[in-house]
């Protein structure tokens, strides 16, 4: 059908889906578009589809040779994966149904994409002209996508027979295979009625505007009830449900897989299937019409209800249009995880002797011992047992050793297999690669599977390290689950203006991978209070969680085990930035004091381990390995954020920090009014921790007024720098009406204040919670 709007009706569809009887034919393939998306976003995806397919057709016709295809049928092989989701029956049973059942639906699917069903026939002379051989052909997988020997069948039990759109993630869990390379069916018993539905294709745009670009390819595929899948006519010992027992539904399917709507479009006659040849209608036929019947039709035609795209009983469809053709070569040959399944291996007969290399065993990712003894996994994918296999061991792309194995591998097996110990004399990155060069004296079939290679890290020792950045240390080596590793060398202010550090690029980079910056072995055992000091710098913007830790390996950087630090976000921030974070001098930078006297008879690994939430840059800089005790106590604000405080009170809390790596059991604070000393404070068993926080009152003047109030570690530490705080502070006398300031903190309405109403003297209240306020109880006041 052809009309001029593209928009769905999504309430006509729902309302067509529940009073379907269930003697009808019900397709979930349009309420699955609908299930996560507001109509406005299928809408816009249809549309957008429909621009790329467009698009796609004025190539298609481009020298003709468009037109050429459609006349001439190209043949396409789909290689098919059927997976049975039944309920614990013994194969052949049940919902488990029999090998027989599933080859007698492909044969129809054949049939029916090549016009060589029986009931062509039954087409009616109007639509004859337009009748179409699709071209396609149906396969059984002949290769797992592990290369290996298969029938194409899989079977799981699903443990229920109410299988519904809503499970459609839960179900295609239970078994799947890459839709790049297979047509994924799913055979399940479904929810009362439902006789299945499909993923419609998407197109290869990929900017994130087209919402079809990003259906989820886990899920691509189609799925059909047990009993509608198979024939009656090529198997008919199959249990099937009537109407809906000549496999018609997986022919109907697969045609919205391949990007054919409904006939109807889903809608009344303003609402289009975006093909030419097939009359437009305004509504789904079902059951079986009379031949020649036009009730639904919106130009008073013909209607091709018998089309495999109607809602027609099974005995009642027989053929594809020449629109709908087109429609689905233009997908086979354009859109992802359909074009692809066309040069899918799974299409080829698997080799008879193939073995590949699967897996680097040995060395892990991080080396830390002299020697190494290098072992790779082989797979024998093929079919014939093998029984040698000629393999090279290179490093750095020097060969090290050949070695000619005996195995006794079956088809799917495989082994682990050793070279010579190897004494190792380089440092850093080290490719390991393997080679398959001969297998049964012979060469295997599949040279694409004989190569590995595997890079690994070898630190050096070292037993101190004082890194700075000034150029990027070659000691260190980076690791990251991302296919970019975020950790940079760049320009970052400190007291020198062209400081450079380590910096994690994440200003709106949001990979949430974890980037480690992995130091060489440190040999810890010539401390006895060892310590590591770093600077870092990071800006907050609000909302985003971007990570720092800093953890220790023991195994050579294969794991990290201990978790020294680690803030994210507003607890990380030394400083706001809005945009795109650089330091600008000291007061940007944080120093951290890490105590490391727990590892100081071992060798240890350190990471800095960065994680992305998308917010900004963190900064790292002078990473030293210190040994002793470092002092820092740290003054890290007033509790009060307002700064006003009552003259009665008479002091002030003031937030202190052991950011050293030695407890703190005496301090003086010194406290400055107006840049005269106030006070003294001379604080006595403190037992502060490192890295716990306390607060100490500090003394205000004793008259009202506006200070500047300064209050400074006049103890000794390491760390000058976030020894002073400077504030300003409010000292109100409780007499004073004007200013006048009340915050309600009392939890109830006090002092100066009285309430007087005509209504109802209780009304306002005092809201309870960490900040109180005033509010007027209207509710229920009437
Ligand atoms: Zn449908």
């Known amino acids: 059908m052809k009309a001029l709007s593209t928009r769905i009706l999504p309430i006509f569809l729902l309302v067509a889906l529940a009073y379907h009887s269930q003697a009808q034919r019900t397709c979930g393939t349009v309420a699955l578009q609908h299930f996560s998306k507001s109509p406005q976003e299928v809408a816009r995806s249809n549309e957008a589809f429909e621009q790329w397919l467009a698009e796609k057709k004025a190539t298609f016709y481009q020298n003709n040779s468009g037109t050429q295809q459609l006349n001439e049928t190209t043949v396409y092989q789909i290689p098919v994966v059927v997976h049975v989701i039944h309920t614990g029956e013994a194969e052949g049973a049940g919902y488990n149904i029999p090998d027989e059942q599933i080859f007698a639906q492909i044969e129809v699917l054949n049939r ?358 000034t150029t990027w240390p070659n000691t260190w080596s980076v690791r990251s689950e991302a296919l970019v590793a975020q950790y940079n060398y760049l320009r970052a202010p400190y007291y020198d203006l062209d400081n450079t550090a380590a910096v994690l690029t994440y200003y709106q980079n949001f990979t949430p991978y974890n980037d480690q910056l992995i130091s060489p072995v440190i040999d810890l055992s010539g401390y006895s209070k060892p310590y590591l000091l770093f600077d870092y710098a990071y800006a907050e913007i609000g909302y985003y969680d971007d990570a720092l830790a800093v953890v220790v390996s023991f195994d050579c950087g294969n794991s990290f085990a201990d978790t020294l630090f680690y803030k994210k976000g507003k607890e990380l921030a030394t400083t706001e930035y809005p945009v795109n974070f650089i330091p600008s001098g000291p007061r940007d930078w944080q120093r951290v004091a890490l105590d490391l006297s727990a590892y100081k008879s071992s060798l240890i690994q350190l990471a800095f381990v960065g994680r992305s939430d998308g917010g900004n840059n963190i900064y790292l800089d002078n990473l030293m390995l210190q040994e002793g005790d470092y002092t820092d106590v740290a003054l890290k604000g007033m509790v009060n954020p307002t700064g006003a405080y009552a003259t009665a009170t008479g002091q002030a809390q003031v937030v202190v920090e052991n950011s050293g790596t030695t407890p703190i059991d005496n301090l003086t604070l010194a406290t400055y009014a107006n840049g005269n000393l106030l006070a003294t404070s001379n604080l006595t068993g403190l037992g502060l921790l490192p890295g716990t926080r306390t607060q100490i009152a500090v003394p205000l003047p004793a008259t009202a007024g506006q200070y500047q109030l300064q209050i400074e570690v006049a103890t000794a530490d390491d760390n000058p720098e976030n020894d002073k705080l400077i504030t300003s502070v409010n000292l109100l006398d409780d007499a004073e009406l004007i200013p006048f300031r009340e915050r309600f903190n009392e939890g109830q309405i006090t002092g100066n204040w009285s309430m007087a109403s005509e209504i109802d003297s209780t009304t306002w209240a005092i809201w309870p919670g960490s900040d109180t306020y005033l509010y007027y109880n209207a509710y229920a006041q009437g």
């Open 112 to 469: 029916d994409y090549r016009r060589l069903n029986a009931d062509t026939s039954q087409t009616p002379a109007t639509f004859k002209p337009v009748a179409a051989d699709i071209g396609f052909e149906f396969v059984l997988a002949k290769r797992d996508p592990q290369g290996l020997p298969t029938n194409g069948i899989t079977r799981t039990n699903g443990n229920r027979t109410d299988w519904s759109l809503a499970d459609n993630s839960t179900l295609k869990s239970l078994a799947y295979w890459p839709a790049d390379d297979y047509l994924n069916i799913w055979v399940a018993p479904l929810t009362s009625g439902l006789l299945g539905w499909a993923e419609f294709p998407t197109s290869d745009i990929i900017d994130g505007v087209n919402e079809v670009a990003n259906n989820n390819a886990l899920t691509d595929g189609v799925v059909i009830t047990t009993q509608a899948f198979g024939s009656s006519e090529f198997y008919p010992q199959g249990n099937y449900k009537a109407n809906f027992d000549l496999g018609r539904t997986a022919t109907h399917e697969i045609g919205h897989f391949f990007g054919l709507r409904h006939i109807s479009g889903d809608g009344g006659c303003n609402v289009d299937d975006f093909v030419q040849d097939t009359p437009p209608t305004s509504n789904y036929y079902t059951g079986c019409p009379a031949p020649g019947s036009f009730t639904y039709s919106c130009n008073a035609e013909e209607s091709m209800f018998m089309n495999f795209m109607e809602y027609v009983n099974d005995d009642c469809m027989n053929l594809f249009s020449l629109g709908q053709k087109e429609r689905m070569v233009i997908v086979v040959n354009n859109s992802p995880r359909r074009a692809s399944l066309l040069t899918s291996l799974a299409l080829q007969e698997p080799p008879v002797l193939d073995l590949a290399a699967t897996d680097i065993v040995a060395p892990a990712s991080g080396i830390c011992a002299m020697q190494v003894q290098p072992a790779v996994q082989l797979s024998n994918t093929g079919t014939d047992t093998i029984r040698s296999a000629k393999v090279q061991l290179a490093v750095n792309n020097n060969l090290v050793e050949e070695l000619t194995f005996s195995l006794n591998l079956a088809i799917n097996q495989d082994t682990v297999v050793y070279f010579s110990n190897l004494s190792l004399t380089e440092y850093g990155d080290l490719v390991f690669s393997v080679n398959i060069t001969a297998v049964n004296d012979s060469t295997d079939a599949l040279s694409g599977n004989n190569q590995l290679s595997k890079t690994v890290f070898r630190p050096q020792v070292f037993t101190s390290f004082a890194e700075d950045f």
